[in-house]
């Protein structure tokens, strides 16, 4: 089974400054997916970005990147520039390959932009 | 905003009671799924679908059901609601192998 961590509960960064959040798992899986989800107070999930773990480089969407550590099985998610609607609950995501596209959840990390 | 909607979106209703959340995509996605939110926030898996007439138990025990008649809509029916069962409830959709789930708005279940 796999377990994902997420060993910030609650983070606070200013407006427009660089934030990093953690996320480590623990997979015996050789390839595999890594989410981030963001969940803003009473809105939808939406994904922020995806990480296929074959894949070396790292994935960018504007203003967020994750850093892919394969070997460490980390996945840390950085947003630069961050505003005030950056504030929500993230999610960090783990998907087996070939098992119907079901996802394991970190317990979240609240996240408030202060401005 | 994704395609996929749960009603109600708050529901309060007094133990013993059956109830049915309900989901809808119109994305034509096979793939269906129910996580339920603890207050805490954390994310399980309680019952997901390949498919038209597929229903399958996830990794958190839950004594909800659901089905799935049409591809569309997949229902979560608890057929005696107690205060346990106090939680929200996340329908999500998927289509292709590896690529990201589609969330609802969620549906916040309280029982009194």
């Known amino acids: 089974a796999q377990t994902v961590t997420q060993s910030q509960p609650e983070m606070s960064v200013q407006e427009a400054e660089t934030v990093t959040l953690s996320c480590t798992y623990d997979t015996s899986e050789s390839n595999y997916y890594l989410f981030w989800y963001k969940q803003p107070p009473s809105r939808q999930m939406i994904l922020v970005i995806r990480?296929?773990?074959?894949?070396?480089q790292n994935a960018t969407e504007n203003r967020f990147s994750v850093n892919f550590q394969k070997a460490a099985k980390s996945f840390s998610l950085k947003i630069s520039d961050s505003q005030l609607g950056d504030t929500a609950m993230y999610f960090c995501a783990f998907m087996k390959e070939h098992a119907g596209n079901m996802l394991t959840f970190g317990g979240g990390t609240r996240l408030m932009v202060k401005p | 905003e994704a395609d996929i909607y749960q009603t109600p979106r708050y529901l309060v209703i007094g133990t013993g009671k059956k109830i049915t959340l309900e989901c809808s995509q119109t994305?034509?996605?096979?793939?269906m799924y129910w996580y339920q939110q603890d207050p805490g926030m954390e994310l399980h898996l309680i019952h997901y679908s390949y498919g038209v007439n597929s229903t399958e138990k996830g990794d958190l025990s839950s004594e909800s059901t659901v089905s799935r008649i049409r591809t569309e809509h997949f229902p979560l029916t608890l057929e005696s609601a107690r205060p346990s069962h106090t939680s929200q409830y996340l329908c999500?959709?998927?289509?292709?192998?590896?690529?990201?789930?589609?969330f609802g708005q969620g549906t916040r279940l309280t029982v009194v």
């Open positions: 999500a959709s998927s289509r292709a192998p590896g690529t990201e789930a589609f």
């Open positions: 990480q296929e773990a074959y894949k070396q």
């Open positions: 994305m034509g996605h096979d793939k």
